[in-house]
C-alpha cells in the first residue's frame, strides 16, 4: 500500500466508533468495519449471528474486512472487536498503523451489557473472551491508547500519524493519569531519523557519556548542560548547579528541557524542571535499559540526600518520552545487565507473558530487547494510569526497592549500580514472600546475567538495616514492604517482623 491506513481496534466497548468519529474529521476515506459487513450482507450484524451463526459470520468478516483493509490506503478504519482473530485480516494489518483501544473488563461490560451485541450476554462469558483476546491485541498495536475517549483520541492522533514517517517498528504509547497524560514513542533509530516532534526552545541536561554519543542530533539551542556520570551527580548540589545554568542560558516558561541520559540525568532534569520557575516541560529522551524500561515514564523525579536514596524529589509528568533503543547499543555491559533488573522486577509484578518473556533470556542482547522495552513501558503506564502518587498499587514497583534502596545508601550510591542493588534486593523480598523456588530462580537468572548475588562485606550490615528503617514507605506502623509471593500478585504495605529482614538481608551475605 502507498500510504499506511490508520486502523482502530480494540474489544467491544472499547470506543472505537468514537475514536473513528474523530480521527475521521482528518480524513477523507472512513470505514467502520461492522458498518460496511452490515451493508454488505444486507442485514444487522446480530441478525446475521442469530440465522447462521459466530462460524459463518467470522467467515463472512474474514474477507469483507481483508479487502477493506487491502483497500483503504491513507485512510482510518475501525475494526469489529473481533475481526483480529482471522489470519488473513491479521496479514493485512502488517500494512497499517494499528491503534489498539485498550478498555478494561469491567468499562467495556457497563458499555455494552444492553446492546443487542451477540457477545454481550454472559458476564462469565464476555470476560473470558475479554481475557483470551488482549494478547492479541497487544501483539498487534502499533500505538496503544486508553479506550476512545474524544479528547484523548483527539490528543494522540497527531503522534499516531507520525509513526508512518518513524523507522518502521516504532510504537506509541499515550499515557495518562489524573494529574495529565502524555505521549512516549519508543523505536529503533528516532534519534538518527531526525525527527522532532516538538514546537518550541529546547534547553537539555546530559551527562559525560550521553553528550559523547548522543548530543549531537539534538540540536540543542543553548550548549548542553553536562553533568558527571552516575548516581553521584543525583544530589542537590548537582540540581543547584543545573538550575543557575537554566537561568544563565535565559530559559523561559515558555522553552522546555530535555534529559538525555539514564535514570540519573531523568531524574535530576526532571527535578530541575519541576523547580524552574516553579516548572517547565520536560521531554525525557531516556538511554538505558533502567530509563528505558522505567524510570522515563511516571513522572517521579528527585535527588538523592546523605541520609537516604530519592529523599527530595517531585512528581513532574514529562511532556513527552522519546526512547531509542538503538542507544542501547552504546550502553557498556554492566549497564544492560542492571538495567535488565528492572525489567525482571517488572516481569515479576506482570506475571503471565511478560514473566515468561524475561525469565526465557539467555543472554543480553541489546538489539532483542524492543519488544521487552515496550512491554515493560506499557505494564508501568498502566499502574501508574491507576494510582499515580503511590496510595496502593503504585507502590508495587518498589518490589525489591526496600533492600536495594538501603544497599545503595548504606553503601554511599557508589559500590553497586541502582539495577544491581535493585537485584539483592529482590532476592530478599522473594524471601520474605516465602517463595524459596522463585528466589532461586531469579538468584539463577542476576547469575546467568553476571549480576550479583551475594552482598559485599564490605557493606556492613547495621548501617544497611539502619537505612532500611528510614525507607519512603515507612509509617508509623513501620516499613511496608511489597511481597511477592508468586509472580503477578504483588502485595503492597507488607508489615515483616524485624527479625526475618535481618535473616533475609543476612542471608545476602553467603
Ligand atoms: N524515576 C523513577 O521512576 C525511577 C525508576 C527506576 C530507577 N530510577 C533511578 O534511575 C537511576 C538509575 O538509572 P540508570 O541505571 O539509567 O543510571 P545512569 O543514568 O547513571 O546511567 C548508567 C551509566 O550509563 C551511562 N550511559 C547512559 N546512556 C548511555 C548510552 N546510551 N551509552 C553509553 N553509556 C550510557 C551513564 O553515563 C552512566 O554512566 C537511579 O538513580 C534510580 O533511582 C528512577
Redesign the pocket.
Known amino acids: 500500500v502507498s500510504a499506511p491506513a490508520i486502523v482502530f481496534i480494540g474489544f467491544m466497548g472499547a470506543g472505537k466508533s468514537t475514536a473513528l468519529r474523530i480521527a475521521g474529521d482528518s480524513f477523507d476515506q472512513v470505514w467502520d468495519a461492522d458498518d460496511w459487513i452490515e451493508r454488505h450482507v444486507g442485514m444487522s450484524i446480530a441478525d446475521y449471528f442469530a440465522e447462521f451463526g459466530e462460524e459463518a459470520f467470522r467467515k463472512e468478516e474474514a474477507a469483507l474486512a481483508s479487502k477493506l483493509l487491502r483497500d483503504a490506503a491513507g485512510g482510518v478504519v475501525a475494526l469489529g472487536g473481533g475481526a483480529v482473530v482471522a489470519e488473513s485480516i491479521r496479514k493485512e494489518l502488517t500494512d497499517h498503523i494499528v491503534v489498539w483501544l485498550q478498555v478494561d473488563a469491567e468499562t467495556a461490560w457497563e458499555r455494552v451489557s444492553d446492546s443487542d451485541r451477540p457477545l454481550a450476554k454472559d458476564r462469565a462469558e464476555f470476560d473470558a473472551l475479554f481475557a483470551e483476546r488482549q494478547a492479541l491485541y497487544e501483539s498487534l498495536a502499533d500505538a496503544v491508547i486508553p479506550q476512545g475517549d474524544p479528547d484523548i483520541v483527539a490528543g494522540a492522533l497527531p503522534w499516531i500519524r507520525a509513526l508512518a514517517d518513524l523507522p518502521p517498528g516504532t510504537k506509541m504509547i499515550w499515557a495518562t493519569s489524573d494529574s495529565g497524560e502524555y505521549p512516549i514513542v519508543i523505536g529503533r533509530g528516532i534519534l538518527e531519523s531526525n525527527w522532532w516532534p516538538l514546537e518550541g526552545r529546547q534547553f537539555y541536561v546530559c ?4 553528550r559523547r ?1 548522543y548530543a549531537d542530533p539534538m540540536q540543542p539551542i543553548a550548549k548542553p548542560i553536562v553533568v558527571e ?3 553521584t551527580a ?1 544530589t542537590m548540589q548537582t540540581a543547584t548547579q543545573v538550575l543557575e545554568a537554566l537561568a544563565n542560558q535565559e530559559m523561559t516558561r515558555e522553552d522546555y528541557l530535555v534529559a538525555l ?7 535530576l532534569a526532571g527535578f530541575c524542571a519541576h523547580v524552574y520557575q516553579r516548572g517547565v516541560p520536560v521531554v525525557q529522551v531516556p ?2 535499559l ?2 528505558q524500561v ?2 522515563a515514564y ?1 513522572g ?2 528527585g535527588v538523592d540526600l546523605p541520609e537516604g ?2 529523599y527530595a524529589g517531585a512528581y513532574h509528568l514529562p511532556a513527552a518520552v522519546i526512547a531509542d533503543t538503538s ?2 547499543a ?3 555491559r554492566e ?1 544492560l545487565a ?2 535488565f533488573v ?1 525489567a525482571l522486577k517488572t516481569g515479576l509484578l506482570a506475571g503471565g507473558g511478560l514473566w515468561e518473556r524475561v525469565r526465557a533470556i539467555e543472554s543480553l542482547d541489546p538489539t532483542g530487547l524492543d519488544d521487552v522495552v515496550f512491554a515493560c513501558a506499557r505494564y508501568k503506564c498502566e499502574v501508574v494510569a491507576a494510582d499515580e502518587r503511590d496510595a496502593g498499587l503504585r507502590q508495587a514497583l518498589n518490589l525489591g526497592h526496600t533492600v536495594g534502596h538501603a544497599i545503595e545508601a548504606a553503601s554511599g550510591y557508589e559500590r553497586y ?3 544491581e542493588a535493585i537485584g539483592l534486593g529482590l532476592l530478599a523480598a522473594l524471601r520474605l514472600s516465602g517463595a524459596a523456588e522463585l528466589r532461586d530462580e531469579v538468584e539463577e537468572i542476576l547469575a546467568r546475567h553476571g549480576l550479583p548475588t551475594s552482598l559485599d562485606p564490605a557493606v556492613e550490615i547495621e548501617p544497611t538495616l539502619a537505612a532500611l528503617q528510614r525507607d519512603k514507605k515507612r509509617t508509623a506502623a513501620g516499613v511496608g514492604f511489597i511481597l511477592l509471593p508468586e509472580p503477578g500478585v504483588p502485595q503492597v504495605g507488607q508489615l515483616v517482623d524485624p527479625a526475618k529482614v535481618r535473616a533475609a538481608v543476612e542471608e545476602l551475605y553467603r
Do not use: F, I, M
Open positions: 551527562d559525560e557519556n550521553t554519543y556520570a552516575g548516581e543525583k541520559g539514564g535514570g540519573v540525568v531523568g531524574d538511554t538505558t533502567v530509563a522505567d524510570s511516571g517521579k523525579t536514596k530519592n542507544t542501547l552504546t550502553l557498556p549497564e542492571a538495567g528492572e549500580r541502582h539495577g
